[in-house]
């Protein structure tokens, strides 16, 4: 276990409606990354926020955004929910910006829009 | 398309046997992570290799890193039923400083 966490487990939604998913981070970091993993696929990066400010933004449109609280924990909100918003989002907590700086992966939310 | 991709996408093996995965990226990188998935779950952090490391051992792992060819190839020694699950690299730069880049991923099979 990395110690990151994230809620809820699973979630099912259908088209238009919007969700919002949670993560805390492993004690001690300051950073989140949120990635979207689509089925047989690798994770696509979708934003990151670095001590409460976006720091970093993947090919994602505007209806996904996010924020950081003071206790570095993170949201991941999706408005106008699609079908192909339908995926496995992760969310990885790491100590810093630093290159070398490894990052921790929570469990995930799996999301399904019908 | 991704920065990395891996390479078989799926491999299947005995238990016992080695089991060898390559990736390939497009830029130069700061470095390049490996990571495991056990069946949709959350990412298990492997290895770490910067850019100018060759190779890095952790247990059963072996991780060679060839920049002048952008590739690099995890290496995992005696495998065992339990190593069964999807293996994926991630590459950072200074380009794109804060985003991991990862391939699709390879499937491991290890049949006990």
């Known amino acids: 276990e990395t110690g990151v966490t994230q809620s809820p487990t699973h979630l099912i939604k259908t088209r238009g409606q919007q969700v919002t998913l949670r993560c805390s981070s492993q004690?001690?970091?300051?950073?989140v990354s949120w990635y979207q993993q689509a089925l047989g696929q690798g994770p696509q990066f979708i934003f990151q926020?670095?001590?409460?400010?976006?720091?970093g933004r993947g090919n994602f449109p505007p209806r996904f955004s996010g924020l950081q609280f003071p206790n570095y924990s993170s949201e991941l909100n999706v408005n106008a929910l699609e079908l192909d918003d339908s995926a496995l989002y992760l969310c990885?907590?790491?100590?810093?910006?630093?290159?070398?700086?490894?990052?921790?992966f929570g469990p995930g939310t799996r999301l399904t829009v019908l | 398309s991704q920065q990395g991709e891996e390479d078989p996408q799926a491999l299947s093996i005995q238990e016992g046997e080695n089991a060898t995965m390559n990736c390939s990226y497009k830029?130069?990188?700061?470095?390049l992570q490996w990571y495991r998935q056990n069946s949709g779950r959350g990412l298990v952090h492997l290895i770490l290799?910067?850019?100018?490391?060759r190779e890095k051992h952790s247990g059963r792992l072996r991780v060679t890193l060839d920049t002048s060819k952008k590739s690099s190839s995890l290496l995992i020694t005696a495998s065992r039923a339990a190593d069964t699950a999807s293996y994926f690299c991630?590459?950072?730069?200074?380009?794109?400083?804060?985003?991991?880049?990862f391939g699709d991923g390879t499937t491991l099979t290890v049949k006990p």
């Open positions: 290799i910067r850019s100018n490391e």
């Open positions: 991630a590459t950072a730069s200074n380009t794109n400083a804060g985003k991991s880049t």
């Open positions: 990885a907590s790491s100590l810093g910006l630093g290159l070398g700086d490894e990052q921790f």
């Open positions: 004690s001690g970091h300051n950073t």
């Open positions: 926020y670095y001590r409460e400010e976006e720091n």
């Open positions: 830029t130069s990188i700061n470095n």
